[in-house]
């Protein structure tokens, strides 16, 4: 149905996105806005699937589509003076930012603390027991994802905190990360989520909670003056933890596997490698099998009409909120994406709840909204040094942006009540900050006129 040709030119628009996000470069001064993470996130989520499954044929016109997507979002960091806002971000302090406060590294470890805590007592709660985490870790985690997979787990207040200190945790791992004595803070902020990934065979979470990170990261380096993406002296660390998270998920992915012969070797490779190429690289070819229907072209599925509901998928959780929600399955999407026996997927990437809510052209209108919001909440962030409800935007914003080839974060809850708490904990650290310096200059001037007097 689709040729080479199809998977030539989409391998072709992605390469232009990355074009793009070198113009962004040029134009900006750094990546380090909303449309030069656009950009590069989306030349590596289309890039890869398309180069490692190159056999699997696709329609290309929706990689165009994306590529149109990341252009008119690019578009919207136009009206604002870059240059300037680097400028009058060079007066910025990383110390005295107080993301390496003993206030933050305090809640850090509680927050570590809670979340493993209330991770293992929803298990609990849903009738797993401390044994079986410890005896039949992965069995028991593929089990306990079968049972999510129904909905029919019990999650209350105890979850929704669970989520929340999980979440929290890479947020100020990632804001510490440039800090003095930084060695194990990135380890600690993401064990919650590496857990929750091993005993509970949930991936997304691991995912997010990696996206809450990158974005207290990326905040860390525009305080501390570092424009770029990475230091070469950087490489090696990130090397080591790639690969053990790397190990991690594969574990994650074995545990969803049932039993099998460890003789057979093919017996375990063949579904884990099907299950690694459904979770990670199928869902640009699941969104193309979605924009072709959408355009009227063959389709492998047959999709529900459900266009223009005016940001019920996108912001389902606000919807939700007001009480004039849709009813969505677990998986969101009833459907799914597949080819013969290379991939299933029920993620269709964020476009297809956009191209739901506002259809194929406005769907590219509100991204251009959403993008002079995002660049007007950045270069505030750029300009101004204590805007702290600011900050916590700008993670929401990048989560946003880093998440959208799974799905809109805006369809949970966990994300305004994580931003909310965040605001909370860098206003308070501001003041404790500020009446920590005021009391050590008291004695730094204090103590000499003592010793003068004497």
């Not at 306990?144 to 890479?170: D, Q, W």
Request: hydrophobic share 55%.
């Amino acid at each position: 149905m689709y040729g080479i040709e199809d998977k030539l030119f989409a391998i072709f628009c992605s390469l232009l996105m990355l074009l793009l996000a070198g113009g962004i470069r040029m134009f900006a001064g750094t990546f380090l806005i909303p449309a030069g993470i656009f950009a590069l996130a989306w030349f590596s989520f289309t890039f890869f699937p398309l180069v490692v499954l190159f056999s699997v044929p696709i329609n290309s016109l929706a990689i165009l589509y994306i590529f149109a997507a990341v252009f008119v979002f690019s578009l919207s960091a136009l009206p604002f003076n870059w240059h300037g806002g680097l400028r009058q971000n060079l007066i910025k302090s990383l110390p005295d930012a107080g993301f390496d406060s003993p206030f933050l590294k305090i809640v850090l470890y509680i927050s570590a603390i809670a979340s493993a805590s209330l991770s293992v007592i929803t298990m609990l709660i849903n009738g797993f027991s401390i044994e079986q985490l410890i005896f039949d870790m992965i069995r028991t985690s593929g089990q306990y994802a079968a049972v999510r997979g129904t909905e029919g787990l019990e999650y209350g207040i105890i979850g929704i905190l669970s989520v929340m200190f999980t979440y929290l945790c890479p947020v100020l791992g990632g804001l510490r990360s440039l800090a003095p004595r930084k060695k194990w803070f990135f380890a600690v902020s993401m064990a919650p989520s590496l857990l929750t990934m091993v005993t509970q065979s949930s991936k997304l979470v691991f995912l997010v909670s990696l996206c809450f990170y990158l974005s207290g990261f990326l905040i860390a380096k525009i305080y501390a003056k570092q424009m770029g993406l990475l230091k070469v002296s950087e490489l090696p660390r990130i090397i080591l933890w790639a690969a053990i998270l790397f190990l991690m998920t594969i574990i994650s992915f074995v545990s969803r596997l049932g039993e099998y012969d460890p003789d057979n070797l093919a017996a375990l490779t063949d579904p884990l490698f099907y299950s690694i190429y459904s979770y990670t690289l199928g869902q640009i070819y699941a969104f193309a099998d979605f924009f072709s229907y959408t355009i009227g072209y063959p389709s492998a599925s047959a999709f529900k009409d459900e266009f223009y509901s005016y940001g019920a998928y996108t912001f389902a959780s606000i919807f939700n909120m007001l009480g004039i929600g849709k009813e969505f399955p677990s998986t969101m999407y009833e459907e799914s994406g597949w080819y013969l026996n290379v991939f299933e997927t029920n993620i269709f990437t964020f476009f297809r709840g956009l191209i739901y809510d506002f259809g194929v052209l406005g769907s590219l209108l509100f991204l251009f909204v959403f993008g002079v919001f995002s660049h007007a909440v950045t270069y505030r962030v750029f300009t101004r040094m204590r805007a702290w409800f600011t900050l916590a935007t700008f993670i929401i914003v990048l989560v946003f942006i880093l998440m959208g080839y799974i799905f809109s974060v805006f369809v949970a809850r966990y994300v305004f009540l994580n931003a909310a708490v965040i605001w909370l904990l860098l206003s308070v650290n501001a003041r404790l900050y500020r009446t920590h310096k005021q009391q050590a200059n008291i004695r730094q001037n204090v103590i000499p006129q003592q010793m003068a007097s004497s």
